[in-house]
């Protein structure tokens, strides 16, 4: 069965320079979660996307921002990266409102150097 | 917006012993409780949920149970096994705005000894 597709899977980035992730939901899933995942943390909700149209907003520094696509794919973009910045960042897809189970994609790993 | 506690923090237990871990929430309008198993480096992989109109549900050595009247949802894992280690987390999917934003509990660190 599809999943939820995330690319890069890993990335390495200097201080204050700006990285692209991208979250391909599973087919049919209009609703998308961003979440970053510090070490020994819970994932933290950053923002999510429903009908591609922003839904809700949680601990997103302004110096991110995401869109979701025509195609249901969501894109974060982080700018001035920091050290702080490291972190594993998930995305999750459902079908409407979410509460019928939401999946998680394999995530990628952000390393700001 | 929903305030999700999980209790305990680290449990560890000998293979075969029962583990089990309690989430507590506050939305009274929460009506949908997954649990995920997280592996270390890994994604958070949904392992059993329940619906609010349901008390227990089960699925071989993993079941939940919810009391909706105390706010309280529970993971039961019995005879355990080593390959059960692992971070295990909670949420609560919290109404926002017309969706469901999940919100996690702090996690627990489940280590079972061989």
């Known amino acids: 069965a599809a999943g939820v597709i995330q690319s890069p899977r890993h990335l390495i980035k200097e201080k204050r320079e700006t990285a692209t992730l991208k979250c391909y939901p599973i087919?049919?899933?209009?609703?998308v979660y961003w979440y970053q995942q510090g070490p020994g943390q819970d994932p933290q909700f950053l923002i999510s996307?429903?009908?591609?149209?922003?839904?809700d907003k949680g601990s997103i520094p302004d110096r991110f921002s995401a869109q979701q696509f025509s195609d249901y794919h969501s894109e974060l973009n982080m700018s001035s990266l920091e050290l702080g910045d490291s972190a594993l960042y998930f995305c999750a897809s459902s079908q409407g409102t979410g509460d019928y189970g939401y999946t998680f994609g394999s995530g990628t790993r952000l390393t700001v150097v | 917006g929903e305030n999700v506690e999980q209790h305990p923090s680290t449990l560890s237990v000998q293979e075969g012993d029962s583990a089990v871990i309690k989430c507590t929430y506050s939305d009274s309008a929460s009506n949908y409780f997954p649990w995920y198993k997280q592996e270390l480096g890994k994604r958070p992989q949904l392992i059993i949920d329940i619906r609010s109109n349901v008390g227990e549900k089960k699925d071989q050595r993993i079941a939940v149970t919810l009391n909706k009247t105390a706010k309280h949802f529970s993971l039961h894992i019995t005879e355990t096994q080593p390959e059960d280690s692992a971070v295990y987390f909670c949420?609560?999917?919290?109404?926002?705005?017309?969706?469901?934003?999940?919100?996690f509990g702090r996690g627990t660190s489940l280590i079972v000894h061989p």
């Open positions: 087919p049919r899933h209009d609703t």
């Open positions: 996307f429903y009908e591609k149209m922003q839904s």
């Open positions: 949420a609560a999917p919290s109404p926002s705005g017309g969706s469901y934003i999940p919100t």
